[in-house]
């Protein structure tokens, strides 16, 4: 089997879904039978953040305005917009 990208809450694993490139962590989440929540779809607001726990999630050469260094060094990425590199372990933080 190929890279997949995982998802958890806690250390429960909630689904998971072979790697594809050319889709956004929130496409990979509805692959795998989960809906991660999203608002603008352009990584403004922040709703669609989750945690990078293992693995690679490419950040853009600007960070949108849902993120910030300290986020960044949290693990935090946005689904709407961020896509996943070969293995990917995210976890979805619980709505605000």
């Known amino acids: 089997m190929g890279p997949l990208v995982r998802f958890f809450r806690g250390a429960t694993l ?7 490139d050319d889709q956004t962590l929130v496409e990979h989440a509805l ?17 669609c953040m989750v945690t990078l726990l293992d693995g690679k999630v490419a950040l853009p050469d600007v960070l949108p305005p849902g993120l910030d260094d ?3 060094d949290e693990g935090a990425r946005l689904g709407c ?3 996943p590199s070969g293995n990917v372990d995210i976890e979805i933080r619980p709505p605000i």
Do not use: D, Y
């Open 31 to 47: 692959e795998a039978g989960l809906t991660l929540p999203t608002n603008c779809t352009s990584g403004t607001c922040g709703s």
């Open 14 to 20: 909630l689904g998971q879904t072979p790697t594809k």
């Open 70 to 72: 300290f986020l960044v």
């Open 81 to 83: 917009i961020q896509r």
